[in-house]
């Protein structure tokens, strides 16, 4: 007698166990359910005072690019102009190269017609100073028909030598003007050259800030690629938290959830029903707040509807646990998940059909199996009265 009363009070402390422990896992679901709002707002003004830094940096960066680019377009422009400069000094430097060879071919004709008139020059004051003065005289004097004739004849050959001796100054003068052209083409050849090589100094200065800019435009254009990649990942991110903040705050107040479907796909058989039974594992009368699917490791577990999940870790005998709010106070429980078996985390948006899990036996579980559960303001309800094999 003593020993049934004995085992009636243990069944009692473990139903008060199991009781006091769900009380404790829906108060904890509840704060934390409060907690993870308060966390995901705290997130989301995080998130959006990054956005505000990020597009700050991105106008930052747009900026440099712009001056970049505009300092780049002058570099440009100056170095067409100096190309064309140059250009215009090397085809001017071969004009004068041209000049220059046409003014040695002058040199070498004035050099050579003065060599043949001073050779006829000397050639005549040779003969001339072959005999003196009066002996040329009276040479000529008897071969004159006159005297008048005899003076025409040495005046002529006075003028004549003259005139040789102008002719001789007059060829070493265009010689001398000629050297004197050449000598001035040839300073300006150089001045030439000099400023092609100031020209193609500059050009090559300017090159090489080109190319500075260009490397500079480029990591511009990237750091802002990258930014923007940023900013599209944060706006992104920032809309997600701001409808999740939105779904989980009229969480309570409407229905979302939609038509429930099986949350197995791939398995229809109900190892237990909803409702009082004996535990398999206690050995008790207990109520079943739940159905139990049966499953292999490892099926693909599904949303029931569409909602937010609230809890998503492992409590007590239900081992590795998802609970989704669908508003109006509808919650779906889904226990027992495989290690490593989640596909979602606590304040995702999911869909109904939507893989949440992979079926497992943590927990107080004799097998593989998924034990799902339906509550309408925290009360159990016959899952089947919501969803069908």
Not at 287 to 300: C, K, L, P, R, V
Not at 305 to 318: K, M
């Amino acid at each position: 007698m003593r020993k049934k009363r004995g085992e009636q009070s243990h069944m009692i402390k473990r139903v008060r166990y199991v009781i006091t422990a769900f009380i404790l896992v829906a108060a904890f679901i509840s704060q934390s359910f409060a907690n993870d709002l308060s966390e995901y707002e705290r997130q989301k003004q995080e998130k959006d005072s990054n956005i505000k830094k990020v597009s700050s940096q991105i106008q930052e960066k747009k900026a440099d690019l712009n001056w970049n680019k505009k300092k780049r377009d002058e570099i440009i422009k100056e170095l067409e102009a100096l190309g064309l400069k140059k250009e215009e000094v090397e085809q001017r430097i071969q004009l004068l190269e041209s000049a220059i060879q046409s003014l040695d071919e002058a040199i070498k004709i004035a050099e050579a017609e003065y060599a043949k008139q001073e050779e006829m020059l000397k050639e005549r004051l040779r003969i001339m100073h072959k005999r003196t003065v009066t002996i040329w005289e009276l040479d000529e004097l008897f071969k004159c028909r006159n005297l008048n004739d005899l003076f025409i004849k040495i005046r002529y050959m006075r003028l004549l030598s003259d005139e040789d001796q102008r002719l001789l100054d007059s060829l070493e003068r265009k010689r001398i003007e000629i050297e004197q052209l050449k000598e001035q083409k040839t300073l300006e050849v150089e001045n030439c050259i000099e400023q092609a090589k100031l020209y193609a100094q500059k050009i090559e200065e300017l090159e090489v800030s080109r190319s500075s800019l260009e490397s500079r435009i480029s990591a511009d254009d990237k750091e802002i690629k990258k930014y923007e990649q940023m900013m599209d990942q944060m706006l992104k991110e920032s809309k997600e938290l701001e409808q999740l903040i939105k779904n989980m705050k009229t969480m309570g107040k409407e229905y979302i959830g939609g038509t429930m479907v099986w949350p197995m796909p791939t398995n229809k058989h109900i190892a237990s029903g909803y409702g009082n039974r004996l535990h398999p594992i206690y050995k008790v009368w207990k109520m079943h707040t739940g159905i139990d699917i049966g499953s292999a490791m490892n099926e693909q577990i599904v949303a029931a509807a569409d909602g937010v999940v609230i809890y998503a870790g492992s409590r007590s005998g239900y081992g590795n646990t998802i609970i989704i709010d669908h508003g109006g106070g509808v919650t779906t429980l889904y226990a027992h998940i495989a290690n490593r078996g989640f596909n979602v985390k606590t304040g995702q948006y999911v869909k109904a059909g939507q893989a949440i899990a992979k079926a497992g036996m943590t927990g107080t579980a004799t097998g593989p199996h998924l034990h799902f559960e339906v509550r309408v303001n925290g009360e159990t309800q016959n899952p089947l009265k919501y969803v069908n094999p």
